[in-house]
C-alpha cells in the first residue's frame, strides 16, 4: 500500500501560515496592549491639563472660603470626542465638596505623584478619572483642596481598536505578500527538479551513465545516492549479462555430450555399454556443477561484493589456508599427491574470508588437477615487507611460459588440454586478488619444475 504524496509547496506554505498567524497573534496581543497604554497616556495628559486649568481658578473668598470659576474651555477639551461624557468635582479641606458632580468618585487622600489616575464607574459607565492635589494661599496660610476630573472611554477604546485595526490590516497584507513570495520562489526553486525528472524521464532504458545535471544543492545528496545505485546497477546489470553469457556458452558442451551419453545408453546392447555411457554423462553433469559454481561466483564478486570492500573484516590469512589446506589433504591423497602447508608466523589482511577461501579452494584444485600422481604441493603464507604473501607451488608439468597471460584469461586454458577444467579458475583467482587490493603472478616451481603461482595482498601490521 503507497502513502499519499503531498505537496512540497503546499507543506512549506502551511508552515508558513501557522506560523505566521502564531507570530501575528501574539504581534497583534503585543499592539493591543501598546495601543491602550498610548490611548490611556494621551487622553490622561488631557485630563491632567484640564484638572490644572481649573484648580488654576481656585481662589480663597473674602470670607475665607475657597470658590471656583469653572474655566468651560478646560471641559471642552475634554469634549472634542462627541460621543464622551465629562465630569467634575472639586473638594476643599476634610474632603469638603465644594462644586461638581457630588457623587463622582475622587481619592480623599493619595501620596506620590501631584496627578492621580485610576479607573472606575459612574452612572453604569466606565471612567477615567484624573485628581489633582493642590492649595490656596490666604496669604497667611494656604488651603488644601482637591480637583477631580473624569471622562467616559469610549475615545480611548476607538483609538485602540483603531491602532489594532490599522496594525492587523498591515500584518495581513504581510502574510499575503509573503505567501505569494513563498509561492512564486518554491515555484521557480523547483524548477531543477523538474528538469531533472524530464532529462531522466527522457532517457534510454539502457543509459545508466551518473546524472550530470545541475541542481541545488540540498538535492546533490539525493543525485549522489541515485547515481551511486545506477553504478551498482549497472555493475549487477553487467554481471548477469556476463553470467547467461558465459553460462550459455560453458555448459553448451557438457549438456551436449549429457544428452549424447544418455541417448548411446538408451541404445546400449550390453548393461557394460550403458553403464560406460552413464559414467561418461556423470562426468559430464559433475563438469557443468564445477562450471556453473565458479560462473555462480564470478557473478556474485562482479555484483555485490565490490560494494563493500571498505566493510571486510581483519583475519589470519595463515590460519585460512592451514583450514583449507586440511580439507584437501584426503583428496590429494586420493589422487596421489602429496599435499601440504607452510606457514608459522600470522599473517593478517583485511579480506572476505569465504572468497579468500575460494581463491586458495581455486589454486590447490587446478595443483591437483593439473599436477599429475606423485607430484609434491605446498600452500605457503609468508610476509614480505607491507604485502602478505599466499604461494601454491607444484613440482608438475607446470605452465609454458608462452601460455601464463593466456591462463589468466576467462576461459582459455593454460595447462593440459585433456583434463576436465571451464578456464576460470585462475581468471577467478586474479578477480578475488584485485578485489582485495592485491595480484597474482605465475612463476616457475622449485627447480624450475612445475608452477608457482604467487598471490599478494596489502598486510596489516
Known sequence: MTSALFSIRRRLLGWLLASTCVLGLLALSDTWREAR???NDVSDRVLAGSALAIAERVVVSENGSLEVDIPYVALEMLTSAAQDRVFYRVDGPSGTFITGYKNLPFLARYEGQPTAFFDSTFRGEPIRVATLARSASTGINSMPFMVTVAETTIARRQLTNSILLHSALRLVFLILGATLIVWFAVTVSLRPLRRLGAAIAHR??????????????????LVETVNSFMVR?????????HFTGNASHQLRTPLAVIRTQLALAGRASTLEEAQRAALKADEAVADAERTLAQLLLMARIDATVRARRDEFPTIDLAELARTTTADYVVR?????????????EQVIVRG???LLTELMKNLISNAVLYAGEGAVVTLRTSRAGGEALLEVEDNGPGIPLERRQA????FERGALQDRPGSGLGLPIVEEIAALHGGNIELADGPDGMGLTVR????AIC
Open 455 to 458: 598471490v599478494r595482498l596489502p
Open 332 to 344: 590429494a591423497a586420493d589422487a596421489d599427491i602429496d599435499l601440504g602447508f607452510e606457514g608459522e
Open 352 to 354: 572476505e574470508p569465504l
Open 233 to 241: 546497477l549497472q555493475s549487477a546489470l553487467d554481471a548477469l549479462r
Open 204 to 221: 534510454s532504458p539502457d543509459d545508466l551513465a551518473p546524472i550530470a545535471d545541475r541542481v541545488p544543492k540540498e538535492v546533490q545528496g
Open 407 to 410: 591462463a589468466l584469461t576467462r
Open 37 to 39: 497604554e498610548t490611548a
